[in-house]
């Protein structure tokens, strides 16, 4: 639902938006980690029949450091990501020396994120779902270990979207992007905090199909990223 946004949106250069969720185990079960989110996002990916560069990937919060990774581990197979975008996150570079921690007081904590929608505030089971879903989250990051690609194995193409009130972002940190992506199409501020989208929503859908374009219409890295995979194969 909170996403729903993007697939209702117009675009020129984009023909499909598909919505992916992890799958979070339910009460009881055993802790998903990091990689099974990833796998499993990779898995939905191929399941679209994409091929090398005909597609692109987007994350927010702990779902940026998810598309990055499942682009790496899909670039692994020979299938690059024409390019990835990533919201509300730090490059994941940022925490080579560093370890997620959970906030004390989750409340507090989402209070000060800023920019949770209305209708998710106002409703007592509406939030108690998303702070369970954010704490579930949180708990999987505790078991995030990032891929630290040369620069051979950086992804083609990369955007980055952030709130200019988002506590969450170390601006920086904001040139280690570098050392996931061969290039940065732009980073984009919007007004607000971690959850910006609101209020944004033909700007946001506006950004992602110019990056959809501009990645179609430059796919040098892609082609680079292909010929080195076929060498190693």
């Given at each position: 639902?909170?996403?729903?946004?993007?697939?209702?949106?117009?675009?020129?250069?984009?023909?499909?938006?598909?919505?992916?969720?992890?799958?979070?185990?339910?009460?009881?079960?055993?802790?998903?980690?990091?990689?099974?989110f990833?796998?499993?996002?990779?898995?939905?990916?191929?399941?679209?029949?994409?091929?090398?560069?005909?597609?692109?990937?987007?994350?927010?919060s702990?779902?940026a450091?998810?598309?990055?990774?499942?682009?790496?581990?899909?670039?692994?197979?020979?299938?690059?990501?024409?390019?990835?975008?990533?919201?509300?996150?730090?490059?994941?570079?940022?925490?080579?020396?560093?370890?997620?921690?959970?906030?004390?007081?989750?409340?507090?904590?989402?209070?000060?994120?800023?920019?949770i929608?209305?209708?998710?505030?106002?409703?007592?089971?509406?939030?108690?779902?998303?702070?369970?879903?954010?704490?579930?989250d949180?708990?999987?990051?505790?078991t995030?270990?990032?891929?630290?690609?040369?620069?051979?194995?950086?992804?083609?193409?990369?955007?980055n979207?952030?709130?200019?009130?988002?506590?969450?972002i170390?601006?920086?940190?904001?040139?280690?992007?570098h050392?996931?992506?061969?290039?940065?199409?732009?980073?984009?501020?919007?007004?607000?905090?971690?959850?910006y989208?609101?209020?944004?929503?033909?700007?946001?859908?506006?950004?992602?199909?110019?990056?959809?374009?501009?990645?179609?219409?430059?796919?040098?890295?892609?082609?680079?990223?292909?010929?080195?995979?076929?060498?190693?194969?």
């Amino acid at each position: 639902m909170y996403y729903s946004f993007m697939k209702d949106a117009k675009y020129q250069n984009i023909t499909e938006v598909c919505l992916f969720d992890y799958n979070r185990p339910r009460s009881g079960d055993k802790r998903a980690c990091f990689e099974d989110f990833v796998k499993d996002a990779a898995e939905y990916v191929l399941k679209q029949q994409v091929s090398a560069g005909d597609y692109i990937l987007f994350g927010h919060s702990m779902g940026a450091f998810v598309a990055c990774e499942c682009g790496l581990l899909l670039q692994e197979q020979g299938i690059p990501p024409a390019g990835v975008i990533v919201s509300g996150q730090n490059p994941p570079f940022y925490y080579r020396e560093k370890s997620w921690e959970l906030p004390k007081d989750t409340d507090a904590y989402l209070q000060k994120l800023g920019g949770i929608p209305d209708f998710i505030k106002d409703s007592d089971t509406a939030y108690s779902f998303f702070k369970q879903m954010i704490c579930d989250d949180m708990h999987v990051l505790e078991t995030y270990r990032p891929s630290f690609p040369t620069e051979d194995e950086r992804l083609p193409l990369g955007m980055n979207m952030v709130g200019d009130s988002d506590m969450v972002i170390i601006p920086e940190a904001e040139p280690l992007w570098h050392n996931t992506f061969h290039e940065i199409y732009r980073t984009q501020r919007f007004s607000g905090g971690h959850f910006y989208f609101d209020g944004h929503y033909q700007e946001i859908t506006d950004l992602i199909d110019e990056f959809a374009g501009y990645a179609e219409r430059n796919k040098k890295y892609v082609y680079r990223i292909q010929k080195c995979s076929e060498k190693i194969r």
